[in-house]
């Protein structure tokens, strides 16, 4: 069992930034993937942001938040974060942690991967 739990989100307006922190524990793998989701009402689940505990592969990105997110960790007592700027309000989500296995040595951003989930938190961007 990973036990998951997010911090950080609130209301920001357009243009500004936050950062969400995720602290995991319990039977880490550090050969899974972490990432970050979100999700609106209505809407599937979005994959953020995601790579591997222990740094191998790639980091993958959402085309919507490349250039703008940056997802990192502090391996040392497993915390994952997600940096935030020049949001939009269509960043506007609920921001979700997730840890999961591989498919064929890669940590793809897709929801069926990923076993253990967070609680959330809330993001608001206002125009």
């Known amino acids: 069992q990973v036990r998951l739990v997010e911090s950080g989100g609130g209301s920001v307006q357009a243009g500004g930034s936050l950062r969400l922190s995720c602290a995991a524990s319990g039977d880490i793998d550090d050969s899974h993937c972490v990432a970050w989701f979100r999700q609106t009402s209505g809407k599937e689940r979005e994959g953020v942001a995601g790579?591997?505990?222990?740094?191998?592969?790639?980091?993958k990105y959402a085309a919507s938040v490349k250039g703008r997110f940056t997802i990192s960790r502090n391996n040392s007592e497993y915390f994952l974060y997600l940096q935030m700027d020049n949001l939009k309000p269509e960043d506007s989500a609920m921001y979700y942690c997730?840890?999961?296995?591989?498919?064929?040595?890669?940590?793809?951003?897709?929801?069926?991967?990923?076993?253990?989930w967070g609680h959330g938190t809330q993001v608001t961007v206002t125009a």
């Open positions: 997730a840890s999961g296995s591989r498919y064929a040595g890669v940590c793809y951003l897709w929801p069926r991967r990923y076993t253990y």
């Open positions: 790579f591997g505990w222990d740094g191998a592969g790639s980091t």
